[in-house]
Nanobody, 122 residues
Framework: QVQLVESGGGLVQAGGSLRLSCAAS????????MGWFRQAPGKEREFVAT????????NYAGFAKGRFTISRDNAKNTVYLQMNSLKPEDTAVYYC???????????????WGQGTQVTVSS
């Protein structure tokens, strides 16, 4: 078991930045590749980014490339999502997840946080 708690969401103007954090507890954090997903109202949960156990490999959805950066600090049991140049269409609840390898599919993941709301105003 691993417990995940996201933080760092909020309201930001278009063009602004936010850094999301996901703190893990329970089983050894470094065992898991980690993922970030998001879900906007009325839409399915979609892949944002993944990072390997060591942090040496990352993958991004097309909309995230060049604007978002996933990173992790295994000493702090935390994974981050730095989001720059935010757009109104980035408005969603953002979730971190573990236990899915580096899958782009939400159904592959065993553990989820409660989510943190990101709202980008135009």
């Amino acid at each position: 078991q691993v417990q995940l708690v996201e933080s760092g969401g909020g309201l930001v103007q278009a063009g602004g930045s936010l850094r999301l954090s996901c703190a893990a507890s329970g089983r050894t954090f470094s065992y898991y590749d980690m993922g970030w997903f998001r879900q906007a109202p009325g839409k399915e949960r979609e892949f944002v980014a993944t990072i390997s156990r060591s942090g040496g490999s990352t993958n991004y959805a097309g909309f995230a490339k060049g604007r978002f950066t996933i990173s992790r600090d295994n000493a702090k049991n935390t994974v981050y999502l730095q989001m720059n140049s935010l757009k109104p269409e980035d408005t969603a609840v953002y979730y971190c997840a573990a236990g899915g390898g580096s899958s782009w599919y939400a159904r592959s993941y065993d553990y989820w946080g409660q989510g943190t709301q990101v709202t980008v105003s135009s």
